[in-house]
């Protein structure tokens, strides 16, 4: 079936430090990949996302690769800050109609920075 | 643009009272729209989702029911609520376009006590 599989966590680093979160996916057919943020008793804002092979997602200094030969979107930041403490979760979404836009999210990752 | 409310913001009830969740979508027409519930610790999980007024789709059997009286109006119910309903509800809606990304409503802190 239909899975995504995260990193688990949490994740605590130093500010400043090089982030990755590992996301790989199972999937029949060409699904779109996503990076959701979920800040503390918010809901949940697409970070960024991409819709075939090879393509970069990239959003506030967050990036992401669709790698279809490893089945993986893995997230990656340079140097976070405390600010971009949150839960990540990765999703796919599977581009044919019977879906009807469902999303198939990972467990997410808590990321904790800090100063 | 398109934003998404949900009511309320925070909710406390006794075991075995009802519920109701709203969430409502401006900004488009004939979304797509998603209940999803998030337990303390645990990730995403799809409740209902529908894709016209009327029309429910549901992906875990439980004790909450959903309805869609209105294009945009979302309503998520419960006759008795349990303990296990206690989490965070979040609401979601899509085009249904081509890549299907999701957008979010900031979500209902639900406690049953």
């Known amino acids: 079936g239909n899975s995504v599989t995260q990193m688990e966590g949490p994740v605590t680093l130093s500010e400043e430090a090089f982030l990755t979160i590992n996301c790989t996916y199972t999937a029949t057919g060409y699904p779109s990949l996503f990076w959701y943020v979920q800040y503390p008793g918010e809901g949940l804002q697409l970070l960024l996302k991409?819709?075939?092979?090879?393509d970069k997602g990239s959003n506030k200094g967050f990036e992401a690769t669709y790698r279809k030969e490893t089945t993986s979107f893995h997230l990656e930041k340079g140097s976070v800050q405390v600010s971009d403490s949150a839960v990540y979760f990765c999703?796919?979404?599977?581009?044919?109609?019977?879906?009807?836009?469902?999303?198939?999210f990972g467990k997410g990752t808590k990321l904790s920075v800090k100063p | 643009s398109q934003t998404i409310h949900q009511w309320p913001a925070t909710l406390v009830q006794p075991v075995g009272s009802p519920l109701s969740l709203e969430c409502t979508v401006e900004?488009?027409?004939?979304?797509?729209l998603y209940w999803y519930r998030q337990a303390a610790g645990r990730g995403l999980q799809l409740l209902f989702y529908?894709?016209?007024?009327?029309?429910i789709s549901s992906e875990v059997p439980q004790n909450l029911s959903a309805s869609r009286p209105q294009d945009r109006q979302f309503i998520l119910s419960s006759k008795k609520l349990l303990l296990s309903d206690s989490g965070f509800y979040l609401c979601a809606w899509n085009t249904g376009g081509l890549y299907n990304e999701q957008f979010f409503g900031p979500g209902t802190r639900l406690t049953v006590l």
């Open positions: 999703a796919l979404s599977l581009n044919y109609g019977g879906s009807q836009g469902n999303l198939i």
């Open positions: 529908s894709v016209g007024i009327g029309q």
């Open positions: 991409a819709t075939k092979a090879d």
């Open positions: 900004g488009t027409s004939n979304p797509n």
